[in-house]
């Protein structure tokens, strides 16, 4: 996995702002993004939502520009101008042609700048946020993590949903807006990140002239790790199948560990050659969707195991994922396994490296959680020098029957699943 890429540079303007960046030759694209360091872990429980909502009023008008013409602009140069909102951040971002840079930056400081947050355009986006909801709601594949969340990890704001509640968005209004700004966009929680056709000097003479008037510190709120719950959640719900999500307390992004984590959620239902896809889809054909994953946060994480099946396989399809758990924790992989995820793992984070948006949120997830740029090469390094003994004594660590929760979402007939958690 050798790279002639050059190393990620790093600024830090006098007010706090970080600016980090990676030029990429002989790529025709450059993403630029402004990164908050806010998410929905940030929020008071009276502010479930209010992160994602700001996100979304972002693009609804400046001093200068109207919604539309925010989006006319973007279209007019074949650019991606959007946004998105995680437990423990905030994004803001273009992707253009590098030659139509300009414009991308003139756009985005403008609307993180300038906002006007108009009452109107709050009252009407407030609609779009409840649809979207509704819509989490009616996607019983998506809900069910959400229902896991509020479980497993109960009345901690990771467990919060990052669109918030029906009755959060319904009382917010521009003051709420407007003071959530002051408390948690200040210089310290900002990072300006860019990868593509575009010079490091190039990013910071424009992150000095648009932001290094920002004054002010962040309000730091909610920074204790949660608590994980065990238990098993039934939700009735008139569906074709039953969703299910197992989890067991996993790994912060910072773990020593995590290398192992990663090789072990592959192997567990990280593609269609994983054990899960083999033994519940392929070998038995009792789900078209199973797979696990890692949900990993600045202290505190979970492995999550997600299946979609009939009431009539919930107790099978249980017993064959406990049954790869066990295996896992007991034998680890064998060799030629090993050697087979491995080399799955780093193709994966190359072929993810291809864009300059992936680049772009690379670097900025790097400056978030490690202050630092983890590079690619070092990650394959790491990723090889992993050994089976070590991915058995995480495994050993993480899968514990009195550490494992589980929502299950459908018609279930009255099936239970208590008995079957024990066995893991």
Not at 211 to 237: C, M, Q
Not at 280 to 305: C, T
């Amino acid at each position: 996995m050798q790279s002639n890429r050059p190393a990620v540079a790093r600024t830090a303007l006098s007010n706090g702002v970080r600016v980090v960046s990676e030029t990429m030759p002989g790529v025709p694209s450059v993403t630029l993004g402004i990164w908050v360091e806010n998410g929905s872990r940030y929020e008071l429980p009276e502010q479930a939502g209010i992160s994602h909502f700001l996100e979304h009023l972002f693009f609804k008008g400046t001093e200068r520009r109207s919604a539309a013409q925010i989006a006319e602009e973007a279209d007019a140069i074949g650019g991606v101008l959007n946004a998105f909102t995680g437990k423990e951040y905030t994004c803001y971002y273009g992707k253009v042609l590098s030659e139509h840079l300009p414009i991308a930056e003139d756009i985005l400081s403008d609307i993180f700048l300038h906002s006007r947050f108009d009452p109107n355009e709050i009252d009407r986006e407030r609609t779009v946020v409840l649809q979207e909801i509704s819509q989490v709601e009616d996607t019983p594949d998506d809900y069910v993590h959400e229902l896991f969340n509020l479980k497993f990890w109960p009345q901690h704001p990771l467990s919060f949903p990052v669109c918030g509640r029906v009755e959060t968005v319904q009382s917010f209004d521009q003051s709420n807006f407007l003071d959530f700004i002051a408390a948690r966009y200040r210089p310290d929680r900002l990072i300006i990140a860019a990868a593509g056709d575009v010079e490091h000097e190039r990013v910071v003479d424009w992150a000095t002239q648009q932001f290094s008037r920002l004054e002010g510190h962040s309000i730091r709120v909610n920074g204790t790790p949660p608590t994980a719950f065990r238990n098993i959640f039934y939700h009735e719900k008139d569906l074709e199948q039953v969703h299910l999500c197992i989890g067991m307390p996993g790994i912060p992004q910072t773990s020593s560990t995590r290398y192992a984590a990663y090789l072990m959620n592959t192997a567990l239902g990280g593609g269609m050659s994983s054990r899960l896809f083999q033994e519940v889809r392929e070998k038995r054909g009792l789900a078209y969707s199973v797979y696990s994953f890692l949900s990993s946060y600045l202290d505190a994480g979970y492995v999550g195991i997600y299946a979609g099946t009939s009431a009539e396989s919930v107790e099978e399809v249980v017993s064959v994922i406990l049954t790869e758990l066990r295996t896992l924790k007991q034998e680890g992989l064998r060799p030629a396994e090993l050697t087979r995820v491995k080399n799955q793992l780093k193709g994966n984070i190359l072929l993810g490296l291809e864009t300059s948006d992936n680049r772009m949120s690379r670097v900025a997830k790097n400056e978030i959680y490690f202050g630092a740029d983890i590079a690619p090469d070092e990650v394959a390094r790491c990723i090889d020098a992993t050994t089976n003994d070590e991915l058995i004594a995480l495994a050993q660590q993480m899968i514990q029957p009195e550490a494992m929760a589980a929502t299950l979402l459908g018609n279930l007939s009255g099936r239970k699943v208590d008995g079957l958690l024990d066995a893991a």
